[in-house]
């Protein structure tokens, strides 16, 4: 009896079982590597190190499963599915740091933002705090200010016609919603018309340490609000410290807002009509 031919016969592609482990390996080393960096187990040098080198196997399974398409649309073998497989986790693990590489080309080289480059705002308490790695705590200066000038026009300071006080309270009260480390905090005082808040914020993924100060000066209208942030390391913070500026001046706007009530508008009375007058009946004249 003649032996019936299947599909299942057909060898497995080598590139195809290499894309794939290659592929898995390197999803779980970048969890590792993550991991390694938000807990802090290593400095920060090695711990990105860790994370860059997890990603090259990403590399090699794209790669790999390129080949491996290749060879099974000419030698008719098998491993459609583990190469779709490697060539789907490949991107997704590649696709973040993508998108970075694609910010670094199209933004300065910054990691310092402020919505006031002549006068920012100073680090006090995180000053002490910061290790001896990090970034300067100094404002680069007017040549870091054209640069953020120029790729982010909108990164101003906040006025308000609120007092300082409840301008401090409404910062205060955004910024412990986003659950930030508070370093010190010293609202603003009759003696002395400005509030200060120093907070540490961490990126989404990473989990990197960024230094936040918030600075609240009272003025003749109200008062002004400006807010600093930079990250401890890198010479590059690929647009956080602007977006997450951004985002916290447009919450605090919002909840001042909301703290203002709304002018109680008293309906208006109308007044009473007139009363017609009845027609009394004329006097009579005796003769």
């Given amino acids: ?60 399974a794209l790669g790999l499963a390129v080949g491996a398409l290749v060879v099974i649309w000419t030698d008719g073998l098998r491993g459609l599915g583990r190469t779709l497989a490697a060539m789907a986790i490949a991107m997704a693990l590649l696709a973040y740091p993508t998108y970075l590489a694609y910010r670094a080309y199209k933004l300065p080289w910054l990691y310092d933002i402020t919505t006031d480059p002549i006068d920012p705002p100073r680090y006090e308490a995180l000053a002490r705090l910061r290790p001896r790695e990090a970034n300067p705590i100094t404002y680069a200066g007017l040549y870091a200010a054209e640069q953020q000038r120029v790729a982010y026009p909108d990164i101003e300071p ?74 401890r390391f890198g010479s590059f913070d690929f647009g956080s410290n602007a977006a997450r500026i951004r985002s916290l001046v447009d919450d605090i706007d919002d909840a001042i807002g909301k703290e203002k009530p709304e002018p109680v508008v008293l309906p208006v009375k109308k007044p009473a009509a007139p009363v017609p007058k009845r027609d009394q009946p004329a006097a009579s004249t005796k003769k």
Avoid at 18 to 40: D, G, K, N, Q, Y
Avoid at 159 to 177: G, H, Q, S, Y
């Fill in 1 to 60: 009896m003649a032996r019936r031919y299947t599909f299942a016969d057909e060898p497995m592609s080598r590139f195809a079982v290499w894309a794939r482990r290659m592929a898995l390996f390197s999803l779980v080393a970048v969890i590792v590597s993550i991991i390694i960096v938000r807990s802090e187990w290593l400095d920060i040098a090695p711990a990105i190190t860790t994370f860059v080198v997890a990603l090259l196997p990403s590399i090699a």
């Fill in 158 to 231: 906040l006025d308000e016609d609120a007092t300082p006080e409840v301008a401090f309270k409404v910062a205060l009260a955004v910024i412990t919603k986003r659950k930030w480390i508070i370093i010190d905090r010293r609202p603003p005082q009759p003696t002395r018309r400005e509030g200060h808040i120093e907070a540490v914020a961490r990126t989404l993924i990473m989990g990197l340490r960024d230094d936040v100060v918030v600075r609240v000066r009272g003025g003749p209208d109200g008062s002004r609000i400006d807010v600093r942030s930079s990250s």
